[in-house]
């Protein structure tokens, strides 16, 4: 069965990037993670971070299910996600336990530095692994609202038939619905009709795609040359 893990810094993060694409992908077969590194409990403040960490715990899990998706909080307090090795080392793990075939993350060029955190783990975690794990997954980087300085879409998919799970998975989310700090609900919704627009279809999720180097590229090419 092909698997799909999407990585996000809080709680919230993984559904809107790609909760929609995992939505679908399960309804076509496929198993589907929504891996949180950190709940975000402190967006409420310090004084109710322990009460709405709780709360976070109980949307994750009824987002999940409207999703159709397995999710996983990687046991990170807010603020806190390991930088460097130990970062990637813990993402090594996750991915030696799902053995995903896609990958779906933040996008670099955030605002957030722990959006950016999530990132850098991710891609080096992954990088770590290649020779570990049983198969290479593809990467992509999702679009999220605080993630867009250099952001351009290079991939679309469809996300017209799961567009209203998606919308009640996000609902599960307080956030979603009464956020008065960012727009997040007008943001999302707004974000697939352009994205369908653009791509021809009624909603649909921008994706990007990794950058390749110049050695990459030689060695694709050489290994893809007509033998003439």
């Known amino acids: 069965m092909p698997t799909l893990a ?16 995992a939505h679908d992908l ?16 402190r967006g409420k403040g310090a004084h109710k971070s322990v009460e709405y960490a709780k709360q976070l715990e109980g949307e994750m899990e009824n987002s999940a299910a409207k999703l159709r998706s397995r999710y996983m909080w990687m046991g990170y307090n807010a603020g806190e996600i390991p930088e460097g090795e130990a970062g990637a080392l813990d993402i090594g793990q996750v991915l030696k336990k799902i053995e995903p075939d896609v990958i779906i993350t933040h996008w670099k060029g955030s605002y957030h530095p722990r959006h ?27 679009e999220n609202m605080e993630d867009l ?22 609902n599960c989310y307080e956030m979603f619905r ?8 007008d943001f999302y919704v707004s974000n697939s009709i352009s994205r369908g627009v653009e791509s021809g279809f009624k909603y649909s999720k921008a994706l990007m795609l990794p950058r390749v180097r110049i050695a990459d590229l030689r060695q694709n ?4 040359a ?3």
């Open 221 to 224: 090419l050489s290994l893809c």
């Open 116 to 142: 950016v955190q999530t990132h850098e783990n991710v891609v080096k975690g992954l990088k770590d692994m290649t020779d570990k794990l049983h198969k290479t997954p593809n990467l992509y980087f999702g």
């Open 178 to 185: 009464e956020s008065s700090n960012f727009p997040y609900r």
């Open 26 to 41: 399960n309804l076509r077969g496929w198993d589907t993670w929504l891996i949180h590194l950190t709940r975000g409990e």
């Open 149 to 170: 300085e250099g952001f351009f879409p290079t991939a679309y998919y469809d996300v017209s038939e799961s567009y209203a799970a998606w919308i009640e998975a996000l």
């Open 226 to 228: 007509p033998n003439y």
């Open 6 to 21: 999407i990585f996000g810094a809080h709680a919230m993060d993984a559904e809107v990037m790609a909760g929609a694409i």
